[in-house]
């Protein structure tokens, strides 16, 4: 601490020591090499369009590359990040060791084949993922909140056996691609049992209603480790769901619950949310309900859509994990979300709104092709208008802003976006190993479009806010788990 | 008296237990054992602990740390440790007192655990400051009734006691859960329960205490809080009574307490040799001559950091001063509907000031270019809160985030250049706006918008009065000080403290404006302080995360401009020198302290960009001469006073009442946190929660951590960087004008005798000689100023290592 000048310190504070441990570097240039080999890849699979595997255990298809690239991705910020944000932490070692571990036996899971490998894997997954909520090993809450994601990370492992071992029995078939060409053959109790099992296991794996508790009650882990939970972690029910679309997809009445408890999440985690004040609760509570839409998707047949959307989703809300501190404000009584219908808008504007939200939709429509046939593919048009409509809406309503910021911004931002979600989204469909089951347009499409314009409008006049009941029944439904708050400060005492 | 005033006088007792907590959007560094102060340090640590389970003293490992890099001085300890009784080695000393380390661990009742739950849940959603989109119920009838309305539908609520038919007011519900216990308890059963949710109870105290915009339009009190615990302990049917067990003090404390003396002392020492010394040389020197800029910087401990290196630049005089620069304001900037109060929590404001544009065109574009960020951060919020859109607005937006999440997280230090290139095209409010200093005959709120000008001439005089000041350079800067930092809940603890954790700059600007004024200049004049035609007042913000220094130039005259240039060029250098000091302290390169610094600044990964005030041990008040030929490591708060131009006392009893005061608490919020992180401080940021803008939780929920994180005060998990003394107070005056000021102050006496810091003065009329404040207004000489030390200059330091 001597040596910027000639004087004399007083009292000077101690020289601190740098970190000792190479196992966080190595392990960052690792993982971020297996994303540069990953990238690798994906482009050998694009241009040749190979499937290598070792057979009976090991299948790498489009989706594995693509899981692959996109799971190396979100594990090197995860490596880059924490380096600095565990920076004197003594977590740092085992917290890299775990997280790395997760990034392998995940990029395993996608590539594993034999139902058996597959069944470890997920229940690895499970065990390390609890390790990381947990891995502050002297705080009682944080090992209370590991227990219970672990009770349920056991449940979805025991409940994806039973469909494993109910599909082997009934097929014979060891492998998830044997799974595929016996699907034919499939139906019954023993399918039933086996495809419910496996739609079971994916709605814990992905926090859906009712079983969010244990993402709820997750924040025990280090920030960096939630921001992998909820942008990779939990995609895993989506995955399920794709490498066995082939069994699920056999009745649509299956299929139809699937869309079922999907919406019923995706509308459901957006109330839990909107009365949540913890920012981290908040981001949970919007998890449940992106999953909840993700599964949906999945469950209309869109398994790029749903792929696509797990993907975008897990950019969005690992960025807002690793942002949260930065999310204090200092605000008025005053200020809050305004409930925008009701407020006027002169016909013009109107106009305007619509044309852009068509126009978002037509964008869409030219480079995917869905929406230009009348099947259900015009379901994932109808949200994308949605989405630009209501946006254009809100800039017009600016009064404040000269005109041009008010009807320009919207197109100029939204329509690249929407460009560029398009392309990720065929590029994606492109990869999977299952075509999309577009179907007819049947009327519960009809119904799911007029149940969102019904929540669209609900939320907008804020008409729910008016029972109490609901709001009760909302928080308390959005509560982590009694023993896992820290209720005396005294009990944190391990750093 | 009747029941009902009897309940209130009681609650009001218990309260002043509770350490008030500040929103952490405008965090205040306090004592949270504030309302102990009145107790010796000792006996207060002691009861603290009973009831809220705290440390009071460093661990063990701490000390032996300190003894081993030689920061404790084994002569010292020794003396301090036979003077306590003990014989032992230190090093024995310390494995007995590691070896006894309580192994207290928090008997947790489940019924009231279950009633801790219920409660954190009702208050974090009535506390809550605009972060939930449906806010709780009925809320502007206040806690009690909105608690009351609810509580019928939440089925964790068990039906069972006065719960399931609450009655109307706070107090009938307590005078009836109370009514089987006698009035003696009362107070005991109250601190017991406000004990329970500290964090908590801590907010509403201060919230009703400084009745803000949230407050009176969501009250809450802890009658009403009281009300509802009560009520629902009754529910639970959990045991009321206060606990007999008598308090069983730590065994270890009186060790501590010796080791902690000992420490303390080791590097008072050497900070009041330094100050003897240099008074001696002082007296010897005849300083005159008019420097070419005078700078005056907050008392904040990281204003010597820069002082120091922008006084090796050139011939500038550097000052320390309050950073709020005595004037006692609620600022409201431009565009913002929020005030907030820009003056040290142990003043009430007494101006309000806004900031008025005063050039159109840069308005203008300010607006605009302000304005369309605002619109689009208002459509992702409404696009986020819609179940019918969020997912679609994830979709179309997730690549953008996918690559902003690699830009911030692999190249930090080009997104921060690329977000200065965007920011530089939005003017900044200070470059088009003015604070409205002049007397307005209006008031906002009960505060009256702007200053007379008798009151202008009163902060002005104030100021140079109390830093001693007769001769003026050319240019006079007033500087403020902000942090800057990303991804940070507790970036207001590291803004200024004399502002109650807001930027000072402003409150720069208004005394810089109030100093420019000709009419407050004559005034000036009449009152004795010869303010040359040609000085110029100028404010200024010291950024303390990067050490830059930016200087609000708009009104300096073109007869300056040469003065300026130089002035900044100068403020450069002394930025690169300080910014690697300031790297190196971080364990980081210091070739590149300015970039090193300013990727700490922007860095969303970073949890320790700068130190704060970690470190902070003393205080000097006195002359800047007495250790400016010393570096003190950013260790000691500076507030500059000339004890000749001070006859009758006014400007030293100013120092001691105000700044002094708020050193002190700085100073043991640093101190608890570092001793007990967890119930004084506030943990890992790595598992921090922020809640509803006003709170921190860890993990999940519960209660709100209090203090500071972990990693504003540790290297590491297990390394503390801040040292836990309690501050080491030296001035430099008489003894007898010292001790006239503290027999007036009976508040100062109570801290001083009861060990909350300590006090040493070095007499410039004694020969320069120390004497330690002891007790009950009685001095001692201080003992480690041997003859010898007096008579070399150039002993070597004590404790340095």
Request: charge should be negative; aromatic fraction near 8%.
């Amino acid at each position: 601490m001597s040596g910027h000048n000639s004087s004399r310190t007083v009292g000077s504070l101690p020289d601190t020591t740098a970190d000792s441990s190479l196992v966080p570097v190595a392990l960052t240039w690792l993982v971020w090499s297996m994303f540069a080999a990953s990238i690798a890849v994906l482009a050998v699979r694009v241009r040749t369009g190979f499937v290598w595997e070792i057979p009976g255990a090991v299948a790498i298809d489009g989706l594995t590359v693509l899981m692959w690239v996109v799971v190396t991705f979100f594990s090197g910020i995860v490596h880059s990040y924490s380096r600095r944000y565990l920076a004197g932490s003594r977590l740092k070692t085992p917290f890299f060791a775990t997280v790395f571990g997760f990034t392998v036996i995940v990029m395993g899971l996608v590539a594993a084949n034999h139902l058996a490998l597959f069944g470890a894997l997920w229940l690895a997954m499970g065990l390390l993922m609890a390790k990381l909520i947990g891995i502050v090993s002297g705080w009682d809450q944080a090992q209370a909140a590991a227990t219970v994601a672990r009770k349920y990370f056991i449940a979805s492992s025991t409940l994806l056996g039973v469909a494993l071992t109910a599909l082997w029995w009934a097929t014979g078939a060891t492998t998830v691609s044997g799974l595929t060409t016996a699907s034919d053959s499939l139906g019954g109790p023993v399918w039933l049992v086996a495809a419910g099992a496996l739609v079971l296991a994916a709605m814990i794996q992905s926090a859906l209603i009712p079983f969010h508790g244990w993402l709820l009650s997750s924040m025990t882990a280090p920030t960096p480790a939630s921001a992998l939970m909820h942008a990779g972690f939990v995609n895993a029910g989506g995955i399920l769901l794709t490498r066995f679309a082939p069994v699920i997809s056999v009745d649509p009445v299956l299929m139809l619950a699937i869309v079922g408890v999907g919406g019923a999440s995706a509308i459901g985690g957006k109330l839990l949310k909107s009365v949540q004040t913890d920012i981290k609760g908040k981001l949970g509570c919007s998890t449940v309900g992106q999953m909840g839409f993700m599964i949906m998707q999945a469950g209309l047949g869109f398994f790029g859509a749903a792929i696509t959307h797990l993907i975008l989703h897990g950019f969005y809300k690992a960025y807002q994990f690793l942002s949260a501190g930065g999310q204090v404000e200092h605000t008025t009584p005053s200020e809050g979300t305004p409930h925008t219908i009701g407020m006027t808008t002169s016909i013009v504007g109107g106009v305007i709104t619509l044309l852009t939200g068509l126009a978002g939709g037509a964008v869409f429509t030219v480079l995917t092709g869905k929406g230009t046939h009348v099947d259900s593919g015009l379901l994932l048009t109808f949200f994308v208008v949605f989405t630009t409509l209501h946006a254009a809406r809100n800039a017009v309503q600016h009064t404040s802003l000269p005109p041009a910021a008010r009807y320009g911004a919207v197109p100029v931002v939204f329509f690249p976006a929407i460009v560029i979600y398009a392309a990720v989204y065929t590029g994606v469909s492109g990869l999977m190993p299952v075509s999309p089951a577009t179907t007819e347009l049947t009327l519960l499409h009809g119904i799911i479009a007029v149940f969102f314009v019904g929540i669209y409008i609900g939320i907008e006049t804020g008409i729910h806010e008016r029972s109490q009941r609901l709001y009760v029944a909302l928080l308390n439904a959005g509560q982590p788990s009694a023993d896992t708050m820290l209720t005396t400060t005294e009990d944190y005492n391990e750093y | 008296m009747s029941t009902e005033s009897a309940i209130h006088d009681s609650i009001d007792t218990a309260a002043t237990t509770v350490g008030s907590l500040w929103p952490i959007h405008s965090f205040v560094t306090a004592n949270p054992l504030a309302g102990f102060e009145n107790q010796p340090f000792g006996e207060a640590v002691t009861q603290a602990a009973d009831l809220l389970g705290g440390r009071g003293y460093p661990s063990a490992e701490t000390f032996r740390a300190a003894l081993e890099r030689g920061q404790i001085d084994p002569e010292i300890l020794d003396a301090e440790l036979s003077e306590a009784g003990y014989e032992d080695d230190p090093e024995i000393l310390l494995d007995h007192m590691a070896n006894t380390a309580d192994a207290t661990d928090s008997d947790s009742d489940t019924a009231t655990d279950r009633v801790d739950q219920v409660l954190t849940k009702w208050l974090s959603a009535f506390l809550d400051e605009g972060s939930a989109h449906w806010s709780m119920p009925n809320r502007e009838a206040g806690f009690y009734t909105a608690f009351r309305g609810v509580a019928e539908h939440d089925g964790d609520i068990p039906d069972e006691g006065i719960i399931t038919d609450l009655p109307e007011t706070p107090s009938e519900t307590i005078e009836t859960v109370l009514a089987p216990h006698p009035e003696s308890q009362w107070v005991p059963i109250f601190e017991e329960q406000l004990a329970a949710l500290p964090g908590w109870t801590g907010l509403i105290k201060q919230r009703a205490d400084d009745e803000g915009a949230w407050q009176s339009a969501y009250p809450i009190s802890l009658a009403g809080y009281l009300a509802a615990r009560l009520a629902l302990l009754d529910a639970v049917d959990a045991a009321i009574a206060p606990s007999n067990t008598s308090i069983d003090p730590d065994p270890t404390a009186e060790l501590a307490g010796a080791f902690l003396r000992a420490w303390e002392a080791s590097y008072r020492g050497d900070l009041v040799e330094t100050v003897s010394v240099e008074s001696q040389s002082l007296a010897d020197s005849d300083t005159s001559g008019r420097p070419d800029a005078q700078m005056v910087f907050c008392i904040d401990t990281r204003s010597e950091i820069i002082r120091r290196h922008i006084e090796a630049t050139g011939d500038y005089e550097t000052h320390g001063y309050a950073g709020f620069f005595g004037v006692p304001m609620e600022y409201q900037g431009y565009d913002t509907d929020v005030s907030v109060d820009a003056c040290p929590p142990i003043l009430d404001p007494q101006h309000h000031v806004t900031d008025v544009p005063t050039d159109d065109d840069t308005r203008e574009s300010h607006d605009r270019l302000s304005g369309i960020r605002e619109t689009a951060d208002e459509i992702i919020e409404t696009l986020e809160a819609n179940a019918a859109t969020a997912y679609g607005f994830v979709e179309t937006a997730g690549s953008g985030y996918g690559l902003a999440l690699a830009a911030r997280t692999l190249v930090p230090g080009r997104v921060q250049e690329l977000l200065d290139v965007a920011d530089d095209s939005v003017p900044d409010e200070h470059e088009f706006c003015e604070p409205l200093v002049h007397h307005q005959h209006t008031y906002t709120g009960d505060l009256p918008v702007g200053l007379t000008t008798d009151e202008k001439v009163e902060y002005a005089a104030t100021a140079f009065d109390l830093m001693g000041w007769e001769t003026f350079s050319r240019l006079v800067v007033f500087t403020g000080h902000a942090s800057e930092t990303t991804n940070n809940p507790y970036d207001s603890s590291l803004d200024c403290g004399a502002c109650a954790g807001n930027p000072g700059g402003p409150n720069a600007r208004v005394l810089a404006a109030i100093c420019n004024d000709t009419e407050v200049r004559s005034a000036l004049r009449d009152r004795g302080f010869e303010i040359p035609e040609d000085t110029v007042f100028l404010a200024g913000e010291h950024n303390t995360t990067t050490d830059e220094v930016e200087l609000y130039d708009s009104d300096v005259p073109e007869s300056h401009t040469d003065d300026l240039e130089q002035l900044r060029a100068d403020l450069a250098t002394a930025r690169e020198n300080a910014a690697a000091e300031r790297a190196e302290s971080m364990r980081s390169d210091a070739s590149s302290g300015v970039n090193e610094t300013e990727r700490r600044a922007a860095d969303w990964a970073e949890t320790r960009p700068e130190w704060g005030l970690a470190g902070n041990a003393g205080f000097v008040i006195g002359p800047r001469e007495l250790t400016s030929g010393v570096d003190l490591d950013g260790r000691a708060f500076l507030h500059s006073y000339d004890w000749s131009a001070d006859p009758d006392g006014e400007a030293l009893e100013a120092i001691l009442t105000g700044p002094m005061v708020v050193t002190q608490w700085i100073n043991t919020q640093y101190y608890f946190s570092t001793v007990d992180n967890a119930v004084y401080g506030s943990g890992s940021k790595v598992t921090h929660n922020p809640v509803g803008n006003v709170g921190v939780y860890q993990g999940n929920g519960g209660d709100l951590m209090t203090g500071l994180p972990l990693q504003s005060l540790m290297a590491a998990d297990d390394d503390p960087y801040h040292q836990p003394l309690r501050l080491s107070t030296v001035i430099h005056a008489p003894v007898d004008c010292v001790n006239d000021v503290l027999a007036d102050h009976a508040e100062l006496t109570d801290l001083l005798d009861n060990n909350w810091l300590s006090l040493t003065v070095v007499d410039p009329t004694q020969d320069h000689r120390a004497f330690e404040y002891e007790h009950d207004l009685e001095w001692s000489p201080a003992s480690e100023l041997s003859e010898t030390d007096l008579a070399d200059p150039t002993a070597p330091a004590v404790s340095d290592d």
